[in-house]
């Protein structure tokens, strides 16, 4: 089968392009398809993640002109023929790609957000509400419109809407034994991520732990004073590192500040290497993914003292810390890749 992916970007260190580079070179090692991935202004680029030297990569330039995003898919489309298009653009512009795309090939869109990106987890003000409008009338231009968690379902009307969540990109033979006195975070220093609602929480009670360390590792966001807010509080900021699985088994604590996720990849690949998280109930994803009181634990979304109080339960606590890390690695083997690329085989046979 010919599989051909759309989207904007795979040299980047965002989830996205993480989960991308497992499932499309699951796919094309594992279960034989012919794979290409098509993205925007990365000609002679190299990825941040690794795939497989099967797929075939092509990029369409459009600095220059916006119509070439038309014209160059549509050529490539024409060119590679495919059997299933995949959109993954969680832009407005992805949502209408069926419209244009010249193409008999079933047509799948891949909703990597929740529509909280679009909102910023406020009310939507009116040229939010319209583009949210615009985006409703768009999913039903697919044949299939598929979202990664049963919350982000529930955001969307039409009724080609089926859940699949991301893949584990890794699950080691070891685990982190947990004894390390560091707890860890992932992802963009941004408002979203809700950096500083974990700053407020330490302030809280990181004075009753001097030998413990908060380590953050994410890029920043420009002309942001995020990072000094951070750093106030005695939590480190550290850059993007490929090979993430290592901090993980460092650590002994993985906490989500977030304000909103799509889907909180990085909850899935804490809990491969044993490690329990602290996480807000905020949509969508952690409470899919998190057992509360078993595995981690939920919490209301905003309450600084809840997640201060149980992160220093874990703390304190390493007979129930480590129990939760054996709960949480045994749990999460749901996401295991074979099964979520088995998952998409399926769908794809079936449109």
Request: a positive charge; one cysteine or more.
């Amino acid at each position: 089968m010919r599989l051909l992916y759309i989207t904007n970007g795979i040299t980047g260190v965002g989830g996205l392009e993480r989960v991308l580079s497992v499932k499309a070179s699951y796919l094309a090692d594992n279960l034989g398809y012919e794979i290409c991935i098509v993205s925007l202004n990365e000609k002679e680029k190299e990825p941040f993640y690794k795939f497989s030297s099967r797929i075939v990569f092509r990029s369409v330039e459009v600095i220059k002109s916006k119509f070439e995003y038309f014209l160059g898919i549509r050529r490539i489309v024409k060119e590679f023929a495919p059997d299933v298009i995949s959109v993954c653009d969680d832009g407005l512009k992805g949502f209408f790609v069926p419209l244009w795309i010249g193409s008999k090939a079933k047509i799948i869109y891949e909703r990597h957000v929740s529509k909280e990106m679009v909102t910023h987890g406020k009310n939507p003000n009116l040229k939010q509400k319209i583009s949210l409008l615009l985006m409703d009338i768009g999913s039903r231009l697919y044949d299939r419109f598929i979202v990664l968690t049963s919350d982000n379902k529930q955001q969307w009307r039409s009724k080609n809407v089926e859940v699949i969540p991301n893949p584990l990109p890794f699950y080691p033979d070891s685990i982190s034994k947990l004894n390390n006195k560091r707890i860890i975070s992932v992802g963009k220093v941004s408002v979203q991520k809700g950096y500083e609602r974990l700053s407020e929480a330490w302030k809280l009670i990181g004075h009753k732990y001097p030998d413990w360390s908060i380590d953050i590792y994410g890029s920043v966001s420009d002309n942001s004073n995020l990072p000094e807010i951070i750093r106030e509080a005695s939590i480190n900021i550290n850059k993007p590192v490929k090979d993430i699985q290592n901090e993980y088994l460092a650590s002994s604590i993985y906490v989500l500040p977030s304000r909103f996720e799509g889907f909180g990849m990085v909850l899935i690949e804490a809990m491969a290497c044993g490690v329990p998280c602290v996480a807000f109930d905020c949509p969508c994803g952690p409470r899919d993914v998190i057992k509360d009181g078993e595995d981690g634990f939920l919490l209301e979304n905003g309450n600084i003292k809840q997640f201060a109080k149980q992160l220093s339960l874990l703390i304190e606590d390493e007979q129930l810390r480590k129990e939760m890390g054996r709960n949480a690695r045994r749990n999460i083997r749901r996401y295991d890749v074979s099964i979520i690329a088995g998952k998409w085989d399926e769908l794809f046979k079936i449109l």
